[in-house]
T-cell receptor
C-alpha cells in the first residue's frame, strides 16, 4: 500500500541551530502534503499545508519564517525548524492523501525533535 | 469552525469489546477516519468510512456512523493487549488538498 516515509525519526540539536525533516511519498505522487505537530497531551495540530511548486499555506499562529516548508517535487516535502529553541521540542508528523479525492490519508513515522 | 471530540481514556479487559466514541461538527465532512498510534510511532490508518454509509466492518473492527447526530464509533471485538494505543478520530472533505482534522485521541488500555 501507499507509504509515507519521514526522516529522521529522532533528532537532538542545540538551541539556535536548524533542523531539516524530510517527508517522502514512496509509491505515489503527492501534490499536497501536510505537516502536523503533536503536543504532549496527544493532540495533533495542523501546522501547514505544503504545495508542490508553490508556497506553503500556514495555519494561524504558526511562524512561517521559523518553520520553513519546501515542496520541490511531487514526492518530497521538507520542514526546516530554524533557530530551534527548547519549546520547539515536539513530535512532528507529515501526511499525504492518496488519489484525486484523497480518500486515504497516510502518515509518516514521525520525527521526535529535542532541542537542548 | 470544525471540531472533533473524543473521550480521553478507555480501559477494558482482554477479550472484551472496546467502543471508542467520537463526535464532529462539520456537516460537510465526507470521510471519517480512525487511526491508531502506538508509543513513539506515527499514525496507522485503521479504517475509514464514507459519509453516506452507516456501518463498515473490517475483521475485528466495526465503524458506526450516525450522520444525523454527527457521531462516529469504533468497536474493537475481542480486544487484545496489543490493541493498547491511542486512537484518533478524524474528519475531512473529499479533497486531496484538504488536511484531516483530528480529535485529541482516546488512550485505550487493555489489561490481561
Amino acid at each position: 500500500g501507499a507509504v509515507v516515509s519521514q526522516h529522521p525519526s529522532r533528532v537532538i540539536c542545540k538551541s539556535g541551530t536548524s533542523v531539516k525533516i524530510e517527508c517522502r511519498s514512496l509509491d505515489f505522487q503527492a501534490t499536497t502534503m501536510f505537516w502536523y505537530r503533536q503536543f504532549p497531551k496527544k493532540s495533533l495540530m495542523l501546522m501547514a499545508t505544503s504545495n508542490e511548486g508553490s508556497k506553503a499555506t500556514y495555519e494561524q499562529g504558526v511562524e512561517k519564517d521559523k518553520f520553513l516548508i519546501n515542496h520541490a517535487s511531487l514526492t518530497l516535502s521538507t520542514l526546516t525548524v530554524t533557530s530551534a529553541h527548547p519549546e520547539d521540542s515536539s513530535f512532528y508528523i507529515c501526511s499525504a492523501r492518496l488519489g484525486l479525492h484523497g480518500t486515504e490519508a497516510f502518515f509518516g513515522q514521525g520525527t521526535r525533535l529535542t532541542v537542548v | 469552525g470544525e471540531d472533533v471530540e473524543q473521550s480521553l481514556f478507555l480501559s477494558v479487559r482482554e477479550g472484551d469489546s472496546s467502543v471508542i466514541n467520537c463526535t464532529y461538527t462539520d456537516s460537510s465532512s465526507t470521510y471519517l477516519y480512525w487511526y491508531k498510534q502506538e508509543p513513539g510511532a506515527g499514525l496507522q490508518l485503521l479504517t475509514y468510512i464514507f459519509s453516506n454509509m452507516d456501518m463498515k466492518q473490517d475483521q475485528r473492527l466495526t465503524v458506526l456512523l450516525n450522520k444525523k447526530d454527527k457521531h462516529l464509533s469504533l468497536r474493537i471485538a475481542d480486544t487484545q493487549t496489543g490493541d493498547s494505543a491511542i486512537y484518533f478520530c478524524a474528519e475531512s472533505s473529499n479533497q486531496a488538498g484538504t488536511a484531516l482534522i483530528f480529535g485529541k485521541g482516546t488512550t485505550l488500555s487493555v489489561s490481561s
